[in-house]
Every structure is written in structure tokens, then in C-alpha cells.
């Protein structure tokens, strides 16, 4: 065992629009974690939300690893923590999965577990619920996965398009954002989902940016979100224009994805984003960022 743990777990999208708790991409806004025995523990915090990540009760990363331990019959080492933090916290970015994630595998690590990286992504996604924010997060790239399949794939993309972000001001629970929606669905809206969400996943691998505004269209959740997440009414009449190719929500929101056409087109698009959210009276922070191709788990080696 290494004195020494380094992590950088990215932030990640869910949904894309038709493919509900089944699809993500990993996204270059990150988690950094360092840890290291010690006497005594401590935890250190930077970057955005820091005063939630610095605060030691109810820490997602700390309880999830003293969890994993404790659950294994040991006792955890003391650690001196630092969290270097650029995740919107509670706002759709997949910061509960970044953060269980490395508390599995300082659990793993430290603890000496000796779980491999698909045991840890086993867990992580027992943990959350929900696979495809974690399969992103740990893996990378685009990802899907399956919680009752136990599997996950990683989708090659021939494109890797600029994202922009929109956040607002305030954080959504996902239990919240789950309560909104009915108990059961038509076939239809099922029918139109399978068939966008299949579209959608060939349209990114080959990277046909003019299929993405219709294939990303949704029935299952974002409809009934609309209301508690009212980024999403405001810009998604953008998708097909200004260089935004196609919007959705991010996982459960509150925060809207925009898939961007080009560099060049970066500009054009955060203005006409800027002028929706103007005339819509809402407030919201944009935020470039970038796939991410490669996660963490796939460079993990178990401690032994």
C-alpha cells in the first residue's frame, strides 16, 4: 500500500435526453481527491463549493469510505483528506457519484480491500441507484450500462463536441426531481424513446451532429421536470440554432446540457443562451467544458 492516494474523478451527464438512467458522458469538470495516512484525521477543501466539501459531518467522501470499510469488519485509517472540487454540487453533474466513487477506493486502498475497478464501480452504482452517472464518471468517454445487466460499455465517438453548461443559483435533490414523475408511461412515449435513444447513441459514435436535436428529444422525464428545472423550457427552443446542436436535460437537473457544433461556433452559442435566459428573467452560470475520454477506473491497479 502506497502512502499516498491521488484521484480525479470527473463530473458527468446523464440522461442525454431519451436514454433515462441508461446513458452519460464524462466531462472534463473534476473531483480531485488526495489522501494519505495520518495520526489524526483532517479534510482540506478548494475550489467551488467548498465550504460543503470542507464540512467533515456528512461527508459523501469520508462516510462512503469509513462505510466500505467498517462493511468489510475493519477499522479505517485515519487520513488527511484534501478535496479539490469543481463539480456543481446537487445541481445534475454527477457530484454524488464522483464523490462515492473515490470514497470506494480509498476504502479499497487504504482500507485493503484489494477490490479491482469493477468491483468498486459495482458498488458505487449499488450505491447511487443508478449506473450510468458512475459508469461515466469511473470509466469515461460515453458510456452505458445496466444496473440489473451488472455491465457497462464504453460508446467510441468520432466527435468530441464543445459542451456548454447552464447552472443555476440553486441545487435539486434527485429524490425531488424523481417525485415529479407519473408512476407509468403509454407505449407510445416508450416506442419514442427506445427509437431516439437508439438514434442517439450511433449518432454521437458517428458523430452526426445534424441527427442530434430530434434524438435527444424526450417523454419519460423531461416533460414532467420542466417545472422544477426551468432552465430547461427557456433554452431548449436553442437546439438547431446559433451552433447548439441539441439540449437536454443534465441528469435529473437543474442544470441544461447544450452539445456546441464547433469551436467556432462557441461564441454564438453562449450568446444566444444568454439572451434566452435574459428575456426568461432567470439566472444561470455557463460553463464550458469537454469530454472527458478516459475515467480513472481504467488505470486503477488494486492495492496488495
Same mark, same amino acid.
Not at 463549493?49 to 456528512?58: F, S, V
Not at 441507484?129 to 461515466?136: C, E, I, L, R
Not at 414532467?224 to 433554452?235: D, I, K
Not at 427552443?237 to 436535460?249: E, Q, R, T, V
Given at each position: 500500500?502506497?502512502?499516498?492516494?491521488?484521484?480525479?474523478?470527473?463530473? *458527468?451527464?446523464?440522461?442525454?435526453?431519451?436514454?433515462?438512467?441508461?446513458?452519460?458522458?464524462?466531462?472534463?469538470?473534476?473531483?480531485?481527491?488526495?489522501?494519505?495516512?495520518?495520526?489524526? +484525521? =483532517?479534510?482540506?477543501?478548494?475550489?467551488?463549493?467548498?465550504?460543503?466539501?470542507?464540512?467533515?459531518?456528512?461527508? #459523501?467522501?469520508?462516510?462512503?469510505?469509513?462505510?466500505?470499510?467498517?462493511?468489510?469488519?475493519?477499522?479505517?485509517?485515519?487520513?488527511?483528506?484534501?478535496? $479539490?472540487?469543481?463539480?456543481?454540487?446537487?445541481?445534475?453533474?454527477?457530484?454524488?457519484?464522483?464523490?462515492?466513487?473515490?470514497?470506494?477506493?480509498?476504502?479499497?486502498?487504504?482500507?485493503?480491500?484489494?477490490? =479491482?475497478?469493477?468491483?468498486?464501480?459495482?458498488?458505487?452504482?449499488?450505491?447511487?441507484? /443508478?449506473?450510468?452517472?458512475?459508469?461515466? @464518471?469511473?470509466?469515461?468517454?460515453?458510456?452505458?450500462?445496466g444496473g440489473a445487466l451488472g455491465a457497462w460499455l464504453q460508446?467510441?465517438?468520432?466527435?468530441?463536441?464543445?459542451?456548454?453548461?447552464?447552472?443555476?443559483?440553486?441545487?435539486?435533490?434527485? +429524490?425531488?426531481?424523481?417525485?415529479?414523475?407519473?408512476?407509468?408511461?403509454?407505449?407510445?412515449?416508450?416506442? /419514442?424513446? #427506445?427509437?431516439?435513444?437508439?438514434?442517439?447513441?450511433?449518432?454521437?459514435?458517428?458523430?452526426?451532429?445534424?441527427?442530434?436535436?430530434? =434524438?435527444?428529444?424526450?417523454?419519460?422525464?423531461?416533460?414532467?421536470?420542466?417545472?422544477?428545472?426551468?432552465?430547461?423550457?427557456?433554452? =431548449?427552443?436553442?437546439?438547431?440554432?446559433?451552433?447548439? #446542436?441539441? @439540449?437536454?436535460?443534465?441528469?435529473?437537473?437543474?442544470?441544461?446540457?447544450?452539445?456546441?457544433? $464547433?469551436?467556432? *461556433?462557441?461564441?454564438?452559442?453562449?450568446?444566444?443562451?444568454?439572451?434566452r435566459l435574459a428575456a426568461a428573467g432567470l439566472a444561470a +452560470?455557463?460553463?464550458?467544458? +469537454?469530454?472527458?475520454?478516459?475515467?480513472?477506473?481504467?488505470?486503477?491497479?488494486?492495492?496488495?
Amino acid at each position: 500500500m502506497s502512502d499516498e492516494l491521488r484521484l480525479a474523478l470527473p463530473a *458527468s451527464s446523464a440522461n442525454l435526453g431519451p436514454a433515462f438512467d441508461t446513458a452519460a458522458l464524462a466531462l472534463s469538470l473534476f473531483l480531485r481527491v488526495t489522501a494519505s495516512l495520518a495520526g489524526e +484525521e =483532517s479534510l482540506t477543501a478548494s475550489g467551488r463549493d467548498a465550504e460543503i466539501c470542507g464540512r467533515r459531518d456528512g461527508h #459523501l467522501v469520508l462516510e462512503t469510505y469509513r462505510r466500505a470499510v467498517a462493511e468489510a469488519g475493519r477499522e479505517a485509517p485515519a487520513l488527511a483528506l484534501r478535496c $479539490d472540487n469543481e463539480i456543481p454540487i446537487g445541481k445534475g453533474l454527477g457530484s454524488s457519484a464522483a464523490a462515492r466513487l473515490a470514497g470506494l477506493a480509498l476504502a479499497a486502498h487504504f482500507g485493503g480491500l484489494g477490490w =479491482s475497478a469493477e468491483r468498486i464501480f459495482t458498488a458505487a452504482a449499488g450505491l447511487e441507484g /443508478h449506473p450510468d452517472n458512475v459508469a461515466a @464518471c469511473w470509466w469515461g468517454g460515453l458510456a452505458v450500462a445496466g444496473g440489473a445487466l451488472g455491465a457497462w460499455l464504453q460508446v467510441s465517438m468520432a466527435v468530441r463536441w464543445p459542451i456548454l453548461i447552464a447552472v443555476p443559483p440553486a441545487p435539486l435533490a434527485t +429524490e425531488a426531481a424523481r417525485a415529479v414523475l407519473p408512476a407509468g408511461y403509454s407505449r407510445a412515449d416508450a416506442v /419514442h424513446n #427506445l427509437q431516439r435513444a437508439g438514434v442517439l447513441l450511433q449518432a454521437l459514435a458517428q458523430g452526426r451532429g445534424d441527427l442530434l436535436a430530434e =434524438s435527444m428529444a424526450d417523454r419519460l422525464h423531461q416533460p414532467y421536470r420542466a417545472g422544477v428545472c426551468p432552465l430547461l423550457p427557456a433554452l =431548449s427552443p436553442l437546439a438547431g440554432h446559433d451552433g447548439i #446542436l441539441a @439540449c437536454a436535460l443534465s441528469g435529473a437537473g437543474p442544470s441544461v446540457l447544450m452539445i456546441v457544433r $464547433d469551436a467556432p *461556433s462557441r461564441a454564438a452559442a453562449e450568446t444566444a443562451a444568454r439572451r434566452r435566459l435574459a428575456a426568461a428573467g432567470l439566472a444561470a +452560470e455557463l460553463l464550458w467544458t +469537454e469530454i472527458v475520454e478516459r475515467g480513472p477506473g481504467l488505470v486503477w491497479r488494486a492495492a496488495g
